[in-house]
Each structure stands twice: as structure tokens, then as C-alpha cells.
């Protein structure tokens, strides 16, 4: 797998964590269950599989001890689940999963099961779990809803603090980002006061002429004539699809629900950063929590005594530093989701091309951006 700053390429001023992943911040893990299989014409419910599950676990301890948690919403032409309990708790208080438009029911209900499986049978309590989706459409058999409850109880079992797969991986195997093979990305900035913040993408959005990385016009460069879009190719076919982008950012930093919040927003500069606007089309959401308060927080699913509990705040003053962590893990999470990503045939026959790293390097280095002599 290479990734952006293989290719001699750095963005953005702040340094990545030693990952330069989201699990750069201690006790968040990845899994993914990735389905590729079948080749040809579409056959609803046979294939082309192109689609999988992206799973964060916030910690080990989610299932009883929840997080401060905040969310943002840019455009709302999509799907997170759980997220009304979330601004109205300020909570995170299970795992999160990502898939396409059509499973993100399917992989919600998985996770209320693995919720379930874990408490007595005979406690009354409920789940409201976070599950998103963007749209892959334009490669998979999306209306054969080939993701499974077992693929995401894969993912569970498989997720860990160590690298993070990128590219056509998990949920992000069918996505489209700015017209070339997107998908799964990850980022991590360490600020000033030692705080981590990492984010994990499913980029699925972007026009290519917008493309732009560290201010380069990359996009414009790379043309459709040189590089062909699987948009132009989805709507010879029929109507095009519609893209969208989840973000998901962790942090160790000690920040209250409304901080979070704030720091979800930062989400949609680094998109912009890269060409990204928020299309009326995209379903853009992000949401963001904090592994600060550790095992302090009960979960409402318990019956603990309802003491007040002492949590730590991080002065707003001391806030920009991370604001930035976000943006600029943000934006380079996407550019490893396109550097990441391979070339990938689906349904139909469209397929979408990767990023030529030749020619990214060619065009970073035209303007004054290329790798350091």
C-alpha cells in the first residue's frame, strides 16, 4: 500500500502521529471486512460485489463506559444513525460503523446484536448506535445489500490499534473520490500541548476539476481525456450516483460535548482544502469524540448509583491548535485514500482509475510542490 507521503509529498504544517492514523490516539482501533467478488453485468442480487464495513471501536470499554462526543453535518444528503442521541447526551456509546447507502440499516441493526450479546438477556436496556453510509452505486450491486451482520461482527473481532488499511478496504471498496478510485483514508496530527488528532475518511465525493492538494490544481491537470471518470461511464449507462464523505476524528485531548462539536466542524476545511464544497447531492456528516474521560463515564445502559463524576476541560483558549490537527489530518486522510486506491472494475464494467502517482508528482513538482531534492 503507498500512501501520500510515500511519493516524497508532505501537506500541512503540523506533524503526523507516528501511525499518521487515527490510531494514533491511544485505545481507538479499526477493523474492516472487504467484499470484492463477481465480474460482468449487473445482477440485482447477485453482483458485481464491490462494498464492505469500516468499523471504529472509540475504546475497549465503549459498551459500558461512553465518550464525549460532538457531530457536524456540512450537506445532509445521507445517513448516520445515532446521532440525535448524540447532541442530545453528548455521548458516543457504542462503536461506529461505516458502509454503503443501501447496508447502513442492515449494519446498524448488527450492532445493536453485538450490543445485545454482551449484557444479560433479562436487563432492560437499549441501543442507538452510530452507522453511516456513502453511496457506491456506480461499482457495486448496492440493491442486493450484499453486507451481512456477520460481516460486521468480522470487522469487530478484527479491529486494532495498529496501521490502518487504505483504499478499496472495508466500507470505502466501492468509493469514488473526485472522479478517481477513492475510499478509506486515514491522518493524524500531534499539536503543540501533546494532544493527538487523528480522523479516518470514507471519501466517496468531489468534481476532478476541483481536485486540489496543497494548493496545486491537481484535477485541472489531470484531465478526463487523460484520465476517464466512472461517472461519465455510470451515466452512459443511466443516471448518475451521488457521492458523499464521512469523517470520523478522535482525539485525547480533554474536550467537553460542544468542543467536540466545534472540532467536528474543522472537518469541512480540510475538505475544502482538497476541492471538497458540500454538493447539494453529498451527504456530508462528521462526528467527533475525545478518550480523555477513559472509564469515567457510566453508560445509561447500567444502574450506577448516579453520582457526580469530576471530568477535566480544556480552556477554549487552547483550542486552534487542534482545530488545525483536524483540518490538516482531514485534508491528508483523503489524499491517502486516493494514493491508497487501485484501480477497481465493477458493475457494467465501469471502472474507476486510480491517482497516477507519476503524474500527481509531475504536477506537484510544475508547481514548486514536488518531493524534496
Avoid at 71 to 93: A, I, P, Y
Avoid at 108 to 132: C, E, I, K, N
Avoid at 139 to 155: C, K, S, T, Y
Avoid at 332 to 346: R, S
Amino acid at each position: 500500500m503507498t500512501r501520500y507521503r510515500d511519493l516524497g509529498l508532505t501537506v500541512g504544517q503540523l506533524p503526523p502521529g507516528p501511525l499518521n492514523a487515527i490510531t494514533d490516539v491511544g485505545g481507538v482501533q479499526v477493523g474492516m471486512t472487504t467484499l470484492i467478488e463477481g465480474e460482468g453485468s449487473l445482477v440485482v442480487g447477485r453482483g458485481p460485489i464491490r462494498t464492505g464495513v469500516t468499523i471504529v471501536v472509540p475504546h475497549e470499554g465503549i459498551a459500558h463506559h461512553p465518550l464525549f462526543a460532538g457531530c457536524h453535518t456540512l450537506n445532509g444528503n445521507g445517513e448516520m444513525t445515532g446521532l440525535e442521541w448524540v447532541r442530545e447526551s453528548g455521548q458516543l456509546t457504542t462503536p461506529i460503523a461505516i458502509t454503503n447507502t443501501h447496508s447502513v440499516g442492515v449494519v446498524r441493526d448488527a450492532l445493536v446484536g453485538y450490543d445485545v450479546a454482551r449484557r444479560d438477556a433479562r436487563s432492560s436496556f437499549w441501543s442507538l448506535p452510530v452507522s453511516a453510509e456513502t453511496y457506491d452505486g456506480a461499482l457495486n450491486d448496492i440493491n442486493g445489500m450484499h453486507v451481512r451482520p456477520e460481516h460486521v461482527h468480522a470487522a469487530l473481532e478484527a479491529a486494532t490499534s495498529g496501521p490502518v488499511p487504505e483504499g478499496n478496504v472495508g466500507g470505502g471498496t466501492g468509493m469514488i473520490c473526485h472522479e478517481f478510485k477513492g475510499g478509506t483514508g486515514t491522518a493524524s496530527r500531534v499539536v503543540g500541548a501533546g494532544y493527538t488528532v487523528g480522523t479516518l475518511v470514507q471519501a466517496n465525493h468531489g468534481d476532478r476539476e476541483r481536485l486540489t492538494i496543497d494548493g496545486v490544481p491537481v484535477g485541472a491537470e489531470i484531465q478526463r481525456s487523460v484520465v476517464p471518470s466512472p461517472w461519465d461511464e455510470e451515466e452512459a449507462l443511466a443516471r448518475r450516483g451521488a457521492g458523499s464523505i464521512i469523517v470520523i476524528l478522535a482525539t485525547d485531548a480533554p474536550l467537553l460535548p460542544h468542543q467536540l462539536t466545534r472540532l467536528a466542524q474543522r472537518a469541512g476545511l480540510g475538505i475544502a482544502r482538497a476541492g471538497g464544497a458540500g454538493a447539494h447531492s453529498s451527504g456530508d456528516i462528521f462526528l467527533a469524540f475525545s478518550t480523555a474521560t477513559g472509564s469515567r463515564l457510566a453508560s445509561y445502559k447500567m444502574e450506577d448509583a448516579p453520582l457526580p463524576i469530576e471530568v477535566t476541560m480544556l480552556p477554549d483558549g487552547a483550542i486552534t491548535d487542534l482545530f488545525w490537527g483536524a483540518i490538516e489530518a482531514t485534508e491528508e486522510a483523503i489524499l491517502n485514500a486516493l494514493v491508497a486506491a487501485e484501480t477497481l472494475t465493477g458493475r457494467d464494467g465501469i471502472t474507476a482509475h486510480a491517482l497516477p502517482h507519476d503524474l500527481l508528482v509531475e504536477s506537484m513538482t510544475r508547481y514548486g510542490r514536488g518531493p524534496a531534492a
